[in-house]
């Protein structure tokens, strides 16, 4: 076995909800993420989350992030990543094998908030909202020469794409109709996004930054319905259908 | 209220200046009161287009800086009296005008006409953004070539995204597409992009094909809008599109080249 065969680092992503602290009340906290719990428990079992404390931090309401921690494990959850803590919390965090993050959310797939206390209110009111994933941008107008779209999410395009146009997502990209810009999917390293276009006469695409121009398009048959996707780190284009 | 009609394309040279006279004279000459604007400060051409380079006494910039009432500046037209021009300033250049100013412009001469068409200089600068930003309608105007393909292409998604109408979410700028210098001859022999090439690439709603002719250049010479040579193919296009931009029906013109009956004939 060559050495280079035993393994190799991929960019990739993955999805976890993110929970938000507006209370610093652990009874309140483990009673509502009990709840939730219960409402889900297939998603949420042996889930990974990552706590944000930035909101409790704005107010200086402290938080005691072992606490935090231990109830999320007893939980059967799995604490991946604090955000938003002061020092004093990270190294906690890093002392328990939590890694900290910083921050740089996409569009964060599931959010779970806990309402912070109300200030008349004799009791905590709480409420947990339940974002689901990003909805897909979806154009209806032609993208014209000069233009850029960017989707933290799914793009689905219904009219042309045209030459010296760029569209771009995180996700997936379909193209109901001519594609002749540039189309990059995929562009924070998804390296399952996939492209679909009706007819591919592209400058260039993309996909996880493995890309082809299009001079190496020339023997794509046009006017048929393609995906593109990675397979082994090459762009596959097949035919639809 | 007025219509406001921009006439752009991006690329020069491709017949701005010569589309927006004939169509303003087309418009005027069908009873509607009309106003057509050089846009193109510091390059100043519609006023010999329009044959009254004579009479230019204050411009659209003496307008917009307060040196001058709109009633000065604008010029009747000596062959029909629903026509005015308002001409560019040649002594400056595009910052002179300013958004403030050219809508101040507009809306006055909203209340008195019928139609303003907004002749744009080329280029996607300062002076083509103001010719477009209050547009209602836009005449793209293409010739049957990459280049000019392309820059309308550019021009159509600055209309569509940084227009008045789309900056408050209004019903879109109409875009028509107004194919010009059109030779059918050199589209059969593959030298020019044909209408279908043209239209699959910008998928516009044509308002109309102008054939290469040699009565432009002599109607420009003349300083009289080509559209008023009845005799002349160029002239009967413009008169078809002025007359579908009202929404006669008319079928197509010019498309076909000269040869082609005799290829026809002969199985050439």
């Known amino acids: 076995m060559n050495q280079s065969s035993i393994l190799d680092f991929r ?25 939730k719990i219960a409402s889900a428990p297939g998603f949420f079992s042996n889930s990974p989350v990552l706590f944000d404390l930035s909101e409790l931090n704005k107010n200086d309401i402290k938080v005691d992030v072992e606490a935090l921690i231990s109830l999320l494990r007893k939980l059967s959850l799995f604490p991946v990543g604090i955000r938003g803590g002061d020092a004093s919390q990270e190294k906690r965090a890093l002392e328990l094998s939590v890694p900290l993050d910083s921050g740089r959310s996409r569009g964060d797939a599931i959010l779970l908030e806990i309402q912070k206390q109300d200030d008349t ?121 | ?9 991006g690329k020069g040279g491709v017949g701005k200046t010569t589309t927006s006279a004939a169509i303003a004279m087309g418009l005027a ?32 910039v003496n307008v917009i800086n307060g040196e001058a009432n709109l009633n000065q500046a604008l010029i009747r037209d000596k062959n029909c009296n629903q026509l005015y021009i308002l001409p560019a300033s040649q002594t400056r250049d595009k910052d002179a005008l300013n958004l403030e100013g050219v809508g101040k412009v507009l809306e006055e001469l909203s209340k008195d006409f019928k139609y303003i068409v907004c002749d744009s200089p080329a280029g996607i600068e300062k002076g083509a953004y103001l010719a477009m930003y209050y547009a209602d309608d836009a005449f793209v105007v293409t010739n049957p070539e990459v280049s000019s393909v392309r820059d309308s292409d550019r ?4 209309l569509a995204s940084k227009s008045r109408r789309a900056e408050l979410n209004m019903e879109p700028i109409k875009e028509y597409l107004l194919l010009s210098r059109y030779d059918p001859e050199r589209v059969e022999s593959g030298e020019m992009l044909s209408l279908e090439d043209v239209q699959e690439i910008l998928s ?16 420009s010479n003349a300083g009289i809008p080509v559209v ?41």
């Open chain 2, 204 to 219: 516009l709603h044509l308002l109309g094909v102008i054939p290469e002719s040699k009565a432009v250049l002599n109607a």
């Open chain 2, 228 to 268: 008023l040579d009845e005799k002349s193919d160029a002239g009967q296009a413009y008169a078809d599109v002025v007359a579908r931009y009202l929404g006669e029906k008319r079928p197509l013109r010019f498309i076909d080249g000269k040869k082609g009956f005799f290829r026809k004939l002969f199985g050439g």
């Open chain 1, 11 to 35: 960019s990739g992503t993955f999805f976890a909800p993110v929970l938000v602290l507006y209370s610093n009340n652990m009874e309140m906290i483990s009673q509502r993420l009990q709840d």
């Open chain 2, 1 to 9: 209220m007025a219509r406001i009609v921009v006439v752009t394309s």
């Open chain 2, 29 to 60: 000459k069908k009873g509607h009161k009309t106003a057509v604007i050089d846009f193109d400060v510091g390059l100043r051409n519609l006023d010999l287009i329009m044959g009254c380079e004579r009479r230019v006494v204050y411009d659209f």
């Open chain 2, 155 to 158: 021009m159509l998604g600055i």
């Open chain 1, 121 to 241: 209110a004799s009791e905590f009111q709480t409420v947990v909202r339940e974002a689901v994933r990003t909805p897909a941008m979806m154009i209806t107008q032609p993208v014209r020469s000069g233009q850029r779209v960017y989707a933290a999410s799914d793009l689905v395009i219904l009219a042309q794409v045209s030459a010296g146009a760029e569209i771009m997502a995180e996700g997936n990209i379909h193209v109901y109709n001519t594609l002749r810009g540039r189309a990059l999917a995929g562009v924070q390293g998804d390296i399952e996004a996939r492209l679909f276009c009706l007819d591919l006469q592209a400058e260039l695409i993309s996909i996880a930054g493995i890309y082809k121009t299009s001079e190496d398009l020339k023997e794509v048959s046009r006017k048929k319905p393609v995906q593109v996707y990675l397979r082994d780190q090459a762009l596959i284009i097949e035919e639809l259908g």
